[in-house]
């Protein structure tokens, strides 16, 4: 158990659904993070928050909408996905922002169908 | 900028056998580096890390990486496999110590052999 819990584990949705992603964390960190894993491919990183501050949007189409209410939640809105979308999406977590060690969640597996 | 490049998407090893994962990295800057190991069903976790001082850091697990400056490698290696190491492991590379982002490589899993 990391102290990054995300859910739904598993998502499956229609490419005109919208659906969103939770993440949240016990670890009293600062830092929250959305990452892409797709097959083979280097883990991409979406957005960072730091004390609930977007501070990296990294060119990620607004079909993905990040929001950060408090420190302890992340939460990934999602709204006419392509099925090139499908992949796993990962949250992390750090004590400041700039920290080395990442705590990730399990990850949500998402289908678009 | 910072890349990472795994080689080998794939490792087989038998169970007792040297387990020895190939990161290469480019940076423009010394760089700051790390393995991260995902179990099946699991998200990442911090294995090892560099950062300065002694070029052959330990991690948990058995496990070990040498930071090569001259080769720009960064191979994690142990020296017997058990079978609880089957996993997927994950190169990655930040800029400096006031860069915050991390560069992961495409990631080699590995299968242990009974």
């Known amino acids: 158990e990391t102290g990054v819990t995300q859910t739904p584990r598993h998502l499956v949705m229609g490419m005109t659904n919208k659906k969103s992603l939770k993440c949240e964390q016990h670890l009293g960190h600062n830092a929250m993070y959305w990452y892409k894993q797709s097959a083979k491919k280097p883990l991409e990183l979406m957005f960072v928050y730091s004390l609930e501050e977007r501070v990296e949007n990294n060119s990620v189409p607004s079909r993905f909408s990040p929001e950060c209410p408090n420190s302890s939640h992340l939460f990934l809105h999602l709204h006419t996905l392509q099925p090139e979308d499908s992949a796993l999406y990962l949250c992390?977590?750090?004590?400041?922002?700039?920290?080395?060690?990442?705590?990730f969640g399990s990850g949500t597996q998402l289908s678009v169908l | 900028a910072q890349s990472v490049t795994q080689l080998g998407s794939h490792v087989s090893v038998s169970e007792g056998a040297l387990v020895l994962l190939r990161c290469n990295y480019s940076s423009s800057v010394p760089p700051y580096l790390f393995w991260y190991v995902q179990y099946p069903n699991q998200g990442l976790q911090l294995l090892l890390k560099?950062?300065?001082?002694?070029?052959l850091v330990k991690g948990i697990n058995g496990f070990e990486a040498e930071f090569k400056k001259s080769e720009t490698s960064f191979h994690l290696t142990k020296p017997s496999a058990h079978m609880s190491d089957a996993a997927e492991y994950f190169c990655a590379v930040r800029a400096s110590v006031d860069d915050y982002k991390l560069s992961f490589g495409a990631g080699t899993t590995v299968t242990v052999r009974a």
């Open positions: 992390a977590s750090s004590p400041h922002r700039i920290n080395e060690k990442l705590f």
């Open positions: 560099y950062t300065t001082g002694a070029t």
